[in-house]
């Protein structure tokens, strides 16, 4: 222990300094230092071992091959004019234009089934209808224009 005031050592159990004679503080009792319970060691890992995979057979023929598109039959190709449909229903005329989609969708399900005449009826009709949409379009284009311009007098 070290005086604090000479700053000297002494023996632990002095009550005096040795150098200075001053008093000396007596020992602060020592707490017991706390130390964690120590910690379970885990017994050593088994080394993991994959599951034997099972065998299978060979795959049958034909099996796992990609699969081929539906064959329409071989009477020929039918145009739907989905595209001249919706066409009609964004730029002209939306409610002739909505007839003519549901016609041109109507063509796919009809091959599929094998009724050929039947796509080809939607086929039809879904031209007719998108055509006419778009004529009827035009024509309310061309008056409406109209109409503005004798409205604002540049025709009499």
Same mark, same amino acid.
Request: with cysteine.
């Given at each position: 222990m070290y005086c604090s005031q000479c700053g000297s050592q002494n023996p632990d159990q002095a009550q005096f300094?040795?150098?200075?004679?001053?008093?000396?503080?007596?020992p602060a009792p020592q707490q017991p230092v706390y130390a964690p319970p120590p910690l379970p060691v885990a017994p /050593?890992?088994? &080394? $993991?071992? @994959? =599951? /034997?995979?099972? &065998? $299978?057979? @060979? =795959?049958?023929?034909?099996?796992?091959?990609?699969v081929q598109p539906m064959n329409y039959p071989a009477a020929g190709y039918v145009p739907s004019h989905m595209g001249l449909a919706i066409f009609t229903t964004l730029c002209c005329c939306i409610p002739l234009g909505l007839i003519a989609i549901i016609y041109a969708?109507?063509?796919?399900?009809?091959?599929?089934?094998?009724?050929?005449?039947?796509?080809?009826?939607?086929a039809s009709s879904a031209k007719m209808w998108a055509i006419l949409g778009i004529i009827g379009g035009v024509i309310v284009i061309?008056?409406?224009?109209l109409v503005q311009a004798v409205r604002q007098g540049m025709i009499r």
């Open positions: 300094c040795g150098g200075c004679g001053n008093k000396l503080a007596a /050593p890992a088994a &080394v $993991y071992q @994959a =599951p /034997p995979q099972p &065998v $299978y057979p @060979a =795959p049958q023929p034909g099996y796992g091959a990609p969708a109507q063509v796919k399900g009809r091959l599929a089934a094998g009724d050929m005449a039947g796509a080809q009826r939607a061309v008056i409406s224009i």
